[in-house]
């Protein structure tokens, strides 16, 4: 039975919007479920990934406006996710100097939306994103990215790794903003096909990622706070790969 345009609840409905292909976001679920069917669930969001919260039974009353949902409630994104050989394939018919943006498990919808929006005012060819602990496209992120969510390509992968390979194998370049570096953004080489890794808002761009680099590279901070906010950071980062390519 379905809520409204995001929502999903019940095990059932939602095992039903999974087989379907369905593009479901995020599920919600009350601690302590059993039986046959949560079972099932359970095996399904393990086979596509998706990611779980456990939550007070409050939680999904407020999400399912107090209906019957049997302890489990899904958020089916708004937008569609694209395969990332598609994805890449699409930005080279595009252009030759594709820019793509990669999200090394950055949680914050708010970032993620401020992200998306200075991205396609960039001229960003697309996001990846990693199908667990990324921050969701939910109407938070939709809202903060003004809109920029539906016309900008998104893609989810099980891995960032993934997507390093597959940008890799198509002489796509690669540069992490992190302060691991001596290096400065201004140093980087933009005019060319490249992808922007940018890190989580507590840890940066994790370690095995950075090895994988073509480039590290960070901004000059001239002042007393040590780091700037992740979607402030990607935005200095475009636009100086805008700065570059005019």
């Known amino acids: 039975m379905q809520n409204n345009t995001t929502n999903i609840f019940g095990i059932r409905a939602i095992i039903e919007a999974i087989e379907s292909g369905s593009t479901i976001s995020k599920v919600y679920l009350q601690k ?12 399904l969001l393990k086979k596509h990934k998706i990611s779980i919260s456990v939550v ?45 943006i990669l999200l ?7 970032n993620f939306g401020a992200i ?25 992120t939709i809202k903060t990215s003004a ?31 992190t302060e691991k570096t001596e290096e400065l953004v201004y140093d980087v080489d933009f005019n060319q096909p490249i992808a922007i890794v940018m890190g989580a808002e507590d840890k940066g761009v994790s370690t095995s990622v950075l090895k994988m680099m073509d ?6 901070l001239l002042g007393d706070i040590e780091s700037l906010n992740v979607s402030v950071a990607c935005g200095a980062f475009l636009y100086e790969a805008v700065r570059q390519r005019m």
Do not use: M, W
């Open 32 to 43: 302590g479920l059993r039986g046959d069917l949560y079972f099932e669930l359970d095996k």
């Open 56 to 100: 007070p039974i409050e939680k999904l009353d407020r999400l399912s406006k107090h209906n019957n949902h049997q302890g489990a409630v899904a958020k089916i994104s708004p937008v569609e996710f694209y395969d990332i050989e598609a994805l890449i394939e699409k930005a080279f018919e595009a252009t030759k100097k594709p820019i793509f």
């Open 104 to 110: 090394d498990q950055l949680s914050d919808v708010r």
């Open 116 to 140: 998306i929006r200075t991205a396609e005012c960039t001229g960003v060819s697309g996001i990846i994103i990693q199908k667990s602990g990324s921050a969701p496209v939910n109407a938070d």
């Open 147 to 177: 809109g920029a969510a539906f016309k900008i390509p998104i893609c989810k992968v099980d891995h960032i790794k993934d997507a390093i390979f597959h940008l890799k194998s198509s002489e796509v370049k690669l540069v992490a903003a």
């Open 215 to 220: 480039y590290k590279a960070k901004l000059p």
